[in-house]
């Protein structure tokens, strides 16, 4: 497995409460994403980063902020959790160019929003 | 949407045979990967081809490209218990550039003993 460590694996909340998913690399790879998985919608990305400190929207990116302050460690905050936002959360990194931007996925975080 | 679509959605097949799942896809791409997800796991990347290779062979896994049609299979051969899982295609649009890949929906194979 890459070295790629999502918390919490498994997280029950309460609508309108905030969220903070972390993802944590030892690959020191430059490119880290946020998807999320749903039933008939496949993956779907939320945000990625490029960088320490520079981040980009993807798909579906409303309801969802996106920190790094470090190159390791990407978190994901729901600001206020709803329902709509029960998932399960992937962490993903790639080295990007030189790799052919072959990403690798943590084992998931599974957010349910009650 | 960009993404890549699946077909079939799924597959049912008896252990030793061959499995061939397809995905196609709408825009000019650099290269293609398939990845694999067992229940309850994260996506394990398989194999990558990129756009200006036709065929590409890994172990038991063949996957061709058929840029012209905007196209791509995955063959698995003497198909064991193991493989079931769920596949998926993922396109690479931009080259390398920092906006990832873009995922189909999946094919669910289930392998029968």
């Known amino acids: 497995d890459a070295g790629i460590t999502q918390s919490p694996r498994h997280k029950v909340t309460e609508t309108g409460t905030p969220v903070t998913l972390r993802c944590h690399q030892t690959e020191n790879h430059r490119y880290m994403y946020w998807y999320r998985q749903d039933p008939g919608h496949g993956l779907r990305l939320i945000h990625y980063?490029?960088?320490?400190?520079?981040?980009d929207k993807g798909e579906v990116s409303d309801g969802y902020s996106v920190s790094r302050s470090k190159t390791e460690d990407f978190l994901l905050t729901l600001e206020s959790a709803t329902s709509s936002q029960t998932s399960v959360y992937f962490c993903?990194?790639?080295?990007?160019?030189?790799?052919?931007?072959?990403?690798?996925f943590g084992e998931g975080s599974w957010l349910t929003v009650v | 949407s960009q993404q890549g679509e699946e077909d079939p959605q799924a597959l049912s097949i008896q252990e030793g045979e061959n499995a061939t799942m397809n995905c196609s896809y709408k825009?000019?791409?650099?290269?293609l990967q398939w990845y694999r997800q067992n229940s309850g796991r994260g996506l394990v990347h398989l194999i990558l081809i990129r756009s200006n290779e036709r065929e590409k062979h890994s172990g038991r896994l063949r996957v061709t490209l058929d840029t012209s049609k905007k196209s791509s299979s995955l063959l698995i051969t003497a198909s064991r218990a193991a493989d079931t899982a769920s596949y998926f295609c993922?396109?690479?649009?931009?080259?390398?550039?920092?906006?990832?890949?873009?995922f189909g929906k999946g094919t669910h194979l289930i392998i029968q003993p």
């Open positions: 993922a396109t690479d649009f931009s080259g390398g550039g920092a906006d990832g890949l873009t």
């Open positions: 993903a990194i790639s080295g990007g160019q030189h790799s052919g931007n072959t990403i690798y």
């Open positions: 825009t000019s791409i650099n290269n």
């Open positions: 980063s490029y960088g320490v400190k520079d981040t």
